[in-house]
């Protein structure tokens, strides 16, 4: 089992966290989906951005490479006819359609070539379309994250809890930090960001912060 099939595990601690919640709502407001359009979730995860949206008569993709991920997103959602694949992102997709939105939710910074990523991804917007991401900042944390959600939660033993529960997600964000050095994960500033999405191909670009402050959010469209 793989980093990833490890943190299947323990991932959905994060659905207890408010910033992480407030996170996924924006990706959704953001992608502004109506009924009739083609969305796929790159690196859909436990399927919690999928979970959450309510709209039907969509033709919906979630894309991950752990099968563990996908296994518990196909449990979890049952609302919704949605076409799940595997993919390495690392890897050329290999995708047979085109898509009117696309999200991409602290996936960008786990590739092995975001820039490659980004311009394969652009090829499978339709024109018009748009790409939601959020990836997180050089210095976030997930001490600050439910530092964040504890300002806005006033329940202490409940988290005390959580806080107790996300140790093992904050050890192996701590390993992500670790080897984010060696340069196998990729964290940007606002002014990276922006360039990679223009030298991706996308036209007009919105950055603002997202996640309590650890993450950037990105609205490019094609
Ligand atoms: C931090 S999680 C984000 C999951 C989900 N988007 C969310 O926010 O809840 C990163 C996801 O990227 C997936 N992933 C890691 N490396 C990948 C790769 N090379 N290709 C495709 N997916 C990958 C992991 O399996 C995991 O589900």
Request: aromatic share 12%.
């Amino acid at each position: 089992m793989n980093f990833w099939g490890i943190y299947s595990f323990f991932y959905d601690n994060l659905n207890k966290l408010i910033p992480y919640q407030k996170m996924l709502e924006e990706v959704i407001d953001e992608l502004a989906l109506k009924e009739g359009e083609n969305f796929l979730d790159a690196g859909c995860g436990t399927g919690n951005l999928l979970q959450k949206i309510t709209l039907h008569n969509l033709q919906i993709t979630g894309i991950d490479a752990n099968k563990q991920m996908l296994n518990l997103a196909q449990k979890k959602i049952v609302h919704q006819k949605i076409n799940f694949l595997t993919r390495d992102f690392n890897k050329t997709l290999h995708l047979t359609e085109l898509y009117d939105k696309i999200s991409l939710v602290n996936v960008l910074y786990i590739l092995e070539n975001p820039s490659s990523f980004l311009k394969e991804v652009h090829g499978y917007l339709k024109p018009g379309g748009r790409l939601v991401l959020t990836t997180p900042t050089y210095d976030s944390s997930i001490l600050k994250i439910f530092i964040a959600h504890a300002k806005l939660s006033k329940h202490f033993f409940k988290n005390l809890m959580l806080f107790l529960n996300l140790a093992v997600v904050g050890i192996l964000n701590l390993i992500i930090l670790l080897l984010a050095k060696s340069g196998k994960y990729h964290f940007f500033n606002e002014t990276e960001l922006q360039a990679l999405l223009q030298e991706s191909g996308f036209q007009k670009t919105n950055i603002e912060k997202t996640y309590g402050n650890q993450a950037f959010l990105a609205v490019a469209n094609k």
